[in-house]
């Protein structure tokens, strides 16, 4: 089991950047694939990044490609989603999550999941 403690959200004007983590404690945090998520209210939850756990390969939704960098330092036990050129339309609860794998999406299979951090960009 593992526990996930997001950080980093904020309130934030369109095109400004943020940078998002998730603490990990527990079991040993190199043993997962780990990922972001968003919500917004009236939606489902959707995938935003994932990163293996050892390969270091990323995958993301296109809404967020060449503005969104997933990155993880296991020695630190720690996810990042570095976040560019925010838009308006990133407004969400970001979730931390950790799973086992992959689907075929590269959706990550999310077993764990923080509280969220809100992250609210403005016009």
């Known amino acids: 089991q593992v526990q996930l403690v997001e950080s980093g959200g904020g309130l934030v004007q369109a095109g400004d950047s943020l940078r998002l983590s998730c603490a990990a404690s527990g079991r040993t945090f190199s043993r997962y694939a780990m990922g972001w998520f968003r919500q917004t209210p009236g939606k489902d939850r959707e995938f935003v990044a994932a990163v293996t756990r050892s390969t270091g390969r990323t995958s993301y939704r296109d809404s967020v490609k060449g503005r969104f960098t997933i990155s993880r330092d296991n020695a630190k036990n720690t996810l990042y989603l570095q976040m560019n050129s925010l838009k308006p339309e990133d407004t969400a609860v970001y979730y931390c999550?950790?799973?086992?794998?992959?689907?075929?999406?590269?959706?990550?299979?999310?077993?764990?999941w923080g509280q969220g951090t809100q992250v609210t960009v403005s016009s």
């Open positions: 999550a950790a799973g086992s794998g992959f689907f075929l999406n590269m959706t990550l299979k999310a077993d764990y």
